[in-house]
């Protein structure tokens, strides 16, 4: 198939996470055609769905550039505010209308086609590989993390990856995402004590106690961020109280919020920031906090160097802009790569990912899959 074609049959599959619908078959058809040799791995965990994931490869020993990629695609929300039916792949005025066409369905169709146009003109000196999990969207519990680890037990090793994810803002070629930041998300509960709120005499009100922490948090500067990343940022995304009347004070009270930030901070250090103030707060009082962290990224730089000038240079010769190397926006399963091998990501436009309506210029993929294919000449040369 050539790129749109393949990108409309992706499109035609409806794998919302963890769902597959047959989109991995296709995927693992289309590239056995090619002469990739296939393999898949079923992950189950406890409290997550079971995910199926792909890892293809072709050509033997290094240099090694993977592909990552997700094939899974978001609900579609409000299905009677789209235009067209999400899973029809429609197109319309030189673009494709479908969950998945932007984030991230049309990347893997360019970079599988990019390959098979690259293996028949070339002698591959080296290997080329896709990891595609069905399960970026969701808890990711079962994808990418897992699939690196058996790959790896099987001797494998990958020394660069360009992970698909849609990386421009507005137009294709404007950014290449060289690392993330770090997400971490603590929830914080204050228990007090509750009664009428005519006798605070006889109550100890935990909201008191908890507004003044989050307070103390948001007021927090945490760096000035780098020369490649932004300042770290909290964001409070929820405050609640266990159920009561309007005169009744509470009994406990809780706040969640998420930071995200730069490599000037760690897990470690965000802790150890956030128990610092919780404990000056409650300390010699009779309020009784307990603390919940999650930290579901790590963050991350690539350096600059010969991998991102490859993808920069070859995505700017292609569009004539000039590709800026950033660090902003959400995580991806770039996170976990970065263990592995150098990783940066370079896609289409996210402007509609996860909208009604999300939708691609053809044009644009086509010019991704000439990017994917200048990639991998530079690459191997
Ligand atoms: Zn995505």
Not at 1 to 10: D, G, H, N, R, S
Not at 51 to 62: E, M, P, Q
Not at 225 to 240: A, Q
Request: one cysteine or more.
């Amino acid at each position: 198939m050539e790129v749109i074609e393949l990108t409309k049959a992706l499109i035609l599959c409806q794998s919302v996470t963890p769902k597959n619908d047959g989109v991995l078959d296709l995927l693992e058809k289309e590239l056995s055609n090619i002469g990739f040799d296939c393999r898949r791995y079923l992950f189950s965990d406890s409290n997550t769905p079971d995910v199926d994931n792909l890892f293809a490869k072709i050509g033997s020993g290094a240099p090694h550039i993977c592909f990552g990629g997700h094939t899974d695609v978001v609900p579609v929300g409000d299905i009677d505010a789209w235009s067209f039916d999400p899973f029809n792949a429609t197109e319309k005025d030189g673009k494709v209308y479908g969950r998945g066409a932007s984030d991230m369905k049309s990347a893997i169709a360019a970079f599988v086609c990019a390959v098979k146009e690259y293996i028949e003109n070339n002698e591959l000196k080296g290997t080329v590989s896709l990891l595609i999990t069905n399960d970026e969207e969701g808890p990711a519990i079962n994808g990418t993390k897992k699939v690196l680890e058996e790959i790896y037990k099987d001797g494998e090793k990958i020394d660069s990856c360009i992970v698909g994810e849609p990386t421009c803002p507005n137009k294709l070629g404007e950014m290449v995402k060289i690392g993330r930041r770090g997400s971490f998300t603590a929830k914080i509960n204050i228990t007090g004590k509750q009664g009428h709120v005519a006798y605070p005499q006889w109550t100890l009100n935990p909201i008191d106690s908890l507004t003044q922490i989050l307070n103390s948090i948001i007021s927090l500067k945490l760096d000035e961020g780098t020369e490649d990343f932004p300042p770290s940022n909290i964001e409070i995304v929820k405050i609640k109280s266990s159920d009561g009347a309007s005169n009744v004070v509470p009994q406990s009270a809780e706040g969640i919020f998420n930071i995200r930030y730069n490599v000037k901070h760690s897990k470690e250090s965000l802790i150890k920031i956030i128990d610092t103030i919780i404990n000056e707060q409650v300390k010699n009082t009779d309020y009784v906090s307990n603390v919940d962290y999650n930290n579901s990224a790590e963050p991350f730089l690539t350096k600059k160097g010969n991998f991102t000038e490859i993808i920069k240079t070859s995505s700017d010769e292609i569009t004539g802009l000039s590709a800026e190397l950033t660090t902003t926006g959400g995580t991806s399963d770039a996170r976990f790569f970065k263990d592995y091998c150098e990783v940066a990501e370079f896609g289409l436009i996210g402007e509609t990912a996860h909208q009604i309506d999300e939708h691609v210029k053809l044009q644009d993929i086509k010019n991704l899959k000439d990017i994917y294919l200048l990639v991998l000449y530079k690459y191997f040369n």
